[in-house]
């Protein structure tokens, strides 16, 4: 039905990715200056902290993270230097990214508000997810997995904003959709390699709907987000929620039965990292 429509639109996108042309997303600024902080050889620990307590909010829901179920700490903690300092840098960089990302999920109409939501929701739950089965499954690390899950979506962001300037877009939701369907993973690898993110992310962006990826090794983190994805579409109305598991190398590379629920294998973990965000 939106064949001709949905060509013409596609073949913009694309061509104004290519071109430079499409506006890409930066990463909020406060994340970007903990990465430069760290990156920093002769900055301490204080300095990171220093730079997160520049925006409260992010302080407030670090600490948060910090006390919640997701690192299974005894003992409360009530300032950023000693949640980094019990996070380490690598975990600190990952967590700030990834609690910084609800920064950027703001729209200008009701129908693009309610679709951000609406993806930030889904990512929410396939970062829990993934982190849960690098936990269980993996020698992963499980932030990075948690990031990974958070950002496997990234590419639908562009799409959304122009959408806000195109009432062939913004009327018809199921058109919408299937220009987001085709075009985030492209856009999505072309993010984050704009914001120097690991070849092992930008992967993640790219691949994590190949359903019939294979690689050699051990799992990695496309591997956790092409399971988590499906997993977090089980039992819906959603296209994806009618692939065959068994047709999913991801799930054999993780070790998992593809006729047993994620949910019932790393419920309780996976609740505990949907809470961090909550």
Known sequence: MFNKIEE?????????LDN??????????????????LENESAGMGQVAKVITTDAALSARLIQVANSPLLRASRTIDSVESAITRMGATMTRNLVTSIAMEQMFQATTDVTDKKLRDIWQHSIQVAAISHALCKQFTKLKPDEALLAGLVHDIGALPIISR?????????????????????????GEAILKKWNFSPELIMVAAEHENHERVHAGNAD???????ANL???????HRLAG?????VPAFSKLGLDPNVSVIDVAGETIEAAKQAFA
């Open 8 to 16: 013409e639109l596609l073949d913009q996108l694309l061509s104004d």
């Open 20 to 37: 430079g042309k499409l506006t890409l997303p930066t990463l909020p600024e406060v994340a970007l200056r903990v990465r430069e902080t």
């Open 163 to 187: 959408a806000e300037d195109s009432p062939q877009l913004l009327d018809n939701e199921e058109l919408l959709n299937h220009i987001i369907e085709k075009a985030h993973p492209m856009i």
């Open 221 to 227: 983190y496309t591997d956790l987000v092409i399971v």
């Open 231 to 237: 997993e977090s579409h089980a039992g819906s109305k």
């Open 243 to 247: 692939v065959d598991y068994k047709t």
